[in-house]
């Protein structure tokens, strides 16, 4: 009978979630759902230091806007709990006596100076298993008297550790390589090194899905698995997330956070979408791909074992492409939000904005910047009015905005069809090219040559004694 998948995130609260872990969360959830699987969410707190107030109902919320629905967990016990570590360290205690017992571990007593004076000349710093030789009873005199100690791993001093990871292969590391890391601490918590083993154990994990990071220290995890006579997992190491082709992205100098992309105005939707393509595609090369879809496509032929450059320009592509897919009540509850904190309240149509906007936009953090020109006008130079595609110069802009303005005067329906129509008609009646009309009209009434709309759609929104008030003004300027 095959075993139910199991897979897990474990993120440690320790502030924003970044976009690797967040992929590491995706890939797990989507290899689980595809196969009827679990998804288990499990707080690794065992570094207390680093613990930042928060992050953990960060960490919930993260999953939530992302879409991302976990099985079980803290708030969801499926009968594996605690799902949080510092709530099982008595667990790992035990485990950890278990292993002395087995010898795949030991007392350590030595002192911090003890431990300095093992640094080499390069500041490497590599323990020497001095304790493992203390006898049996050494270590019940320290234990009776109270001396601090650890608990290491007792890695072998020769021989090989080999595994098959599901994207890079077989593996193989030497143990000369690896050093007896500390498994307990003095203040008697884990470290990732042991209680992750024993967490996956015992919560019946069968895919540990994590970064690449860890390829070459899993031997020391599968020693662990072994002596205890544990099965091993199955392992899926991810290639790194790269910030250019040198730099991987890194949480410690905040680069891809996710809610700061969410604060950007990014869809959580196209982040996640974004997100499942850094380090794997498709069989059939698909790049938009909702929840679903992802579930579906999913598979480990497709990740990639080189690293992927995080592009955001290629994700503000992407959000362009849900943005315009929204309907537009949806965009107007997203855009409402940046219309407020960039224009006066109430003095413009934003229902018109937002018609202008829903197509022009690739995150609603563009908002302020494009719509600025409706309560910032001012001086500009008249330089703006040459446009060499349509053979405009200023003065030339001159003489169309004299032109024009008393027409402009005289329309009583001030909609932008009507605005269209007439201004088109004058052109035609005064052998003017259309683009020439537009163009002078539209610097005139934005003050500059860039807008998120064309020029009767400005007029619409700013309303016929505002518009009459700029061409005026913009005469002025020449």
Sequence with gaps: MEKTVRTRFAPSPTGFIHIGNLRTCLYAYLFAKQRNGTLILRIEDTDQERIVPGAVELIYSTLEKAGIVHDEGPDKDGGYGPYVQSERKAIYMEYAKKLIELGGAYYCFCTKER????????????YDKHCLGLSKEEIEENLKNGVPFVIRQ???????????????????????????????KSDGMPTYNFANVVDDHLMKITHVIRGVEYLSSTPKYNLIYDAFGWERPEYMHLPPIMKDASHKLSKRYGDANFDDFVRKGFLTEAIVNYIALLGWCPKDNSEKMTMQELIEKF???????????????KMRWLNQQYIKELPFEKFMEYARPYFDQSIAKDKYDYEKLGKILCTRIEI????????????????????????????????????ILEKILPVYEEIGEWTNDNLFACSEAFAAANGYKKQQVFWAVRVAVAGRDVTPGGATELMDILGKNETLKRIKYALTLF
């Design 154 to 184: 007792n890695i072998p001093k020769e021989g090989t550790g080999t595994y098959h990871d599901m994207i890079y292969g077989d593996i193989s590391v030497d143990y000369s390589e690896l050093e007896d890391n500390v498994l307990i």
């Design 364 to 399: 609603f953090s563009e908002i302020p910047q494009k719509i600025a020109f409706l309560d910032e006008y001012g001086p500009f130079d008249t330089s703006l009015f040459e446009h060499a595609k349509s053979k405009t110069t200023a003065p030339l802009a001159k003489e």
């Design 299 to 313: 598979d480990t032929a497709g990740i990639s074992k080189s690293g992927s450059i995080f592009d955001e320009a």
């Design 115 to 126: 431990l300095e004076s093992l640094t080499d000349e390069n500041g490497v710093r590599t």
